[in-house]
């Protein structure tokens, strides 16, 4: 057997805001010049090739068949910044676009798998405040999808979405709810808890070493957590403070509202332990934690960690084209830092998606945000018909 075009499925989505709504079906909707699929490895998206110029400051970009430079330029132009870099995208043919940095900045590949242009696998088709009806896009570049409508409903609340998942009105839902006939997706996100030690109050590394990795400790210790005020990291943070106390330290909460944060965490870094929750997104570049220049008021190096040669790597992992050689460098700063022990790395988010099993060909496993988990929707199929 093999997938037949047809079929339709009505997903359920929660969404409190206008905004929500849009970042759940932008994928659906939107695509990009490469993308990640579900192991985030970089594929060719609208682009069927691209060449690194220039040692690294221009990108140039043949695009398949049916899709404009000129129509890609400005939208990347309006997209796209990087801190401290400028960047300008050109079409220099009508099927090349070309990417010029200021400087090198290699994480950029990153970059190029956001999905801003509206060439996604599904157009909208109508759209109120309860729904959205979504067709398929006949000449998408992949492939016309398989599944030829798509209906997404909108739920204000999580008990309405819940009860709509088990009367069955839906066929697909972010939940913890298991049902009949459905399959179980986990879909693992760039995001989680971290606590950071303030290497300037908690110097002793022996100390930070075994609190990592859950050691009973010597002595008397006690650590004042400073933790951003929401219930998931309060929640964290409770965690930690029982399991610190088995090791023999004693943890003090304290909350910090978001207002609060920037003057009390960023400015003046007051605090022992901080526990925040950090979302990677598309690129892997530990420059932003780690590199001496972050310990300043606006940099998230929150452990004042300074070490002469992870900067030096940290910069020249910027320059590095290969990606190879790129991740090798990442590999061995992990290792430093891992050694210096500065912080403690909570499992990744993971979002649980069930989908009526009559819907087939879904691969998922990681992803940045929760629409990821349509990056193979155009294989998705419900009907069926015998190999020819």
Do not use: C
Not at 157 to 185: C, G, H, P
């Amino acid at each position: 057997m093999q997938p037949k075009p047809g079929g339709k499925f009505i997903e359920g989505i929660l969404a409190q805001t206008d905004r929500e709504v849009e970042k759940s079906f932008n994928s659906l909707v939107n695509f990009s010049l490469l993308y990640l699929d579900e192991n985030m490895t970089i594929q060719n998206g609208l682009a069927s090739s691209y060449e690194i110029l220039d040692g690294g400051k221009k990108y140039l970009f043949t695009l398949k068949n049916g899709i404009n430079a000129k129509e890609l330029a400005p939208i990347f132009n309006a997209h796209t910044k990087i801190k401290n870099n400028s960047i300008k995208a050109e079409s220099t043919d009508e099927n090349k676009l070309q990417i010029t940095l200021e400087k090198i900045y290699t994480p950029i590949i990153y970059y190029f798998t956001e999905p801003i242009y509206p060439y996604g696998p599904y157009k909208i088709a109508s759209k109120t405040s309860e729904s959205i009806e979504l067709i398929r896009n006949e000449k998408f570049i992949m492939h016309s999808p398989y599944i030829e409508k798509i209906k997404i409903k909108i739920y204000r609340n999580l008990n309405n979405l819940e009860k709509a998942y088990r009367s069955q009105e839906i066929d697909s839902a972010i939940t913890s709810l298991e049902r009949k006939n459905t399959n179980k997706y986990i879909l693992e996100l760039q995001k989680r808890a971290i606590l950071f030690f303030n290497l300037e109050q908690i110097q002793d590394k022996n100390v930070r070493t075994k609190l990592k990795n859950n050691q009973n400790i010597d002595g008397n210790l006690e650590i004042n957590l400073t933790v951003l005020d929401t219930p998931t990291l309060f929640e964290k943070a409770q965690k930690i403070k029982d399991q610190f106390a088995i090791l023999g330290a004693v943890v003090n909460i304290q909350t910090i509202s978001q207002n609060n944060f920037e003057d009390l965490v960023l400015l003046d870094r007051l605090y022992q332990a901080l526990l925040v929750g950090i979302d990677f997104g598309r690129n892997p570049d530990p420059y932003p934690f780690w590199h001496s220049s972050n310990i300043t008021a606006d940099g998230q190096n929150y452990s004042q960690y300074f070490n002469k040669k992870t900067d030096r790597m940290l910069e020249d992992s910027r320059l590095e084209i290969d990606n190879t050689k790129r991740q090798s460098i990442y590999t061995q700063i992990e290792n430093i830092i891992n050694n210096d022990s500065p912080v403690i790395e909570y499992d990744k988010e993971k979002v649980e998606y069930f989908v009526d099993n009559k819907i087939k060909g879904i691969l998922i496993n990681q992803g940045v945000a929760e629409s990821d988990r349509f990056s193979n929707v155009w294989d998705w199929y419900i009907k069926e018909e015998r190999k020819k």
